[in-house]
């Protein structure tokens, strides 16, 4: 049975860090496209960052996010890492971890169904 754990979320103020954690059980992640992606109270999920292990370990990240964020896996570990620097009150989401095949679609236009297997998610909140 496949599972994806995230883990991590917390409240801290602005300027801070943080760091998620994304623990798979029943899949090998570095075999998958790996992806974050959140959303806020009332607004759609978004991708924030993808992670390509057939590229390479290539990412790619939203405008957003850019420059602030890193994503990263840990193929002896079997987890994705989302490290979260400057964090801005408009990072308050709650984050979710995703797996696929291929090239991911962090605008999510094909829906949620396109990627294989998501993870529950944890919050973040960001104070200012």
């Known amino acids: 049975q496949v599972a994806l754990v995230e883990s991590g979320g917390e409240t801290v103020q602005a300027g801070g860090s943080l760091r998620l954690s994304c623990a798979a059980t029943?899949?090998?992640?570095?075999?998958?496209?790996m992806a974050w992606f959140r959303q806020a109270p009332e607004k759609a999920r978004e991708g924030v960052a993808a992670?390509?292990?057939?590229?390479?370990?290539?990412?790619h990240y939203s405008d957003s996010v850019k420059g602030r964020f890193t994503i990263s896996l840990d193929d002896a570990k079997n987890t994705l890492y989302l490290q979260m620097n400057n964090l801005k009150p408009e990072d308050t989401a709650m984050y979710y971890c995703?797996?696929?095949?291929?090239?991911?679609?962090?605008?999510?236009?094909?829906?949620?169904?396109?990627?294989?297997?998501w993870g529950k998610g944890t919050l973040v909140t960001i104070s200012s």
């Open positions: 995703a797996a696929g095949m291929g090239r991911i679609d962090l605008s999510l236009s094909r829906g949620e169904s396109a990627l294989d297997y």
């Open positions: 029943g899949i090998t992640l570095s075999a998958y496209s």
């Open positions: 992670f390509y292990s057939y590229g390479g370990g290539s990412t």
